[in-house]
């Protein structure tokens, strides 16, 4: 089965920093280009980043260059985002998502993994 | 900044037909937009309906289809039911790598 599971998760207070993961599985992981993608609960969907295939390209939204990055370990099947200098806008559910071979779309998405930024 | 915008909220008849829009703050929407919209229940993951403007995901009914209408991107709904009731996000391609999600429409069928 074709899956991607988000953890890393929590609380954290404004400033601070925290690191996601996604497992991916039932796919070859090094083959796509990954996303992450965030909802604030009760908003819309936010694009966050991109990374391509071997980790080679990297996009992000303005809001979080220069506090976030997105990388990858294709031995671990793995995606990650380091977000640092955590604000309270930064609180959302965050989703790992993967690009369509084909399509230029998100076609599998994780159940996400809540951030809370708070003091 | 680029906003992306679309109708806050829309509401069709059961077996009706609904169209929702797409549109760009900073120009038009064409094809390479690659518009892309996604559907959405309360408490689960985006489910992916249309990319690059017109192609439908696999799975998904027939009764759903993209285009671009004038300036923007629109999702047609034909022939709703009760389990299309749901929030709608489009996703434009900007360029140089960066995409951007609509604000959503939440749609009500009654």
């Known amino acids: 089965e074709v899956q991607l599971v988000e953890s890393g998760g929590g609380l954290v207070q404004p400033g601070g920093s925290l690191r996601l993961s996604c497992a991916a599985s039932g796919f070859s992981f090094s083959t796509y280009w990954m996303s992450w993608v965030r909802q604030d609960p009760g908003k819309g969907l936010e694009w966050v980043a991109n990374?391509?295939?071997?980790?080679?390209?990297?996009y992000y939204v303005d809001s979080v260059k220069g506090r976030f990055t997105i990388s990858r370990d294709n031995a671990k099947n793995s995606l990650y985002l380091q977000m640092n200098s955590l604000r309270a806008e930064d609180t959302a559910v965050y989703y790992c998502?993967?690009?369509?071979?084909?399509?230029?779309?998100?076609?599998?998405w994780g159940q996400g993994t809540m951030v809370t930024v708070s003091s | 900044q680029t906003v992306v915008t679309q109708e806050p909220s829309f509401s069709v008849s059961p077996g009706g037909t609904v169209t929702l829009t797409c549109d760009l703050s900073?120009?038009?929407?064409?094809?390479?937009?690659?518009p892309n919209w996604y559907q959405q229940t309360p408490g689960q993951a985006p489910r992916t309906l249309i990319y690059?403007?017109?192609t439908r995901s696999s799975g998904v009914p027939d009764r759903f289809s993209g285009s671009i209408l004038g300036n923007k991107a629109a999702l047609t709904i034909t022939g709703a039911q009760a389990d299309d009731e749901s929030d709608y996000y489009c996703m434009l391609y900007l360029g140089s790598g960066i995409w951007v999600f609509g604000g959503g429409t939440k749609l009500t069928v009654l």
């Open positions: 990374i391509k295939k071997d980790g080679s390209e990297k």
């Open positions: 690059s403007t017109n």
């Open positions: 900073s120009g038009s929407v064409s094809t390479s937009s690659y």
């Open positions: 998502a993967r690009w369509g071979l084909v399509s230029r779309a998100l076609d599998i």
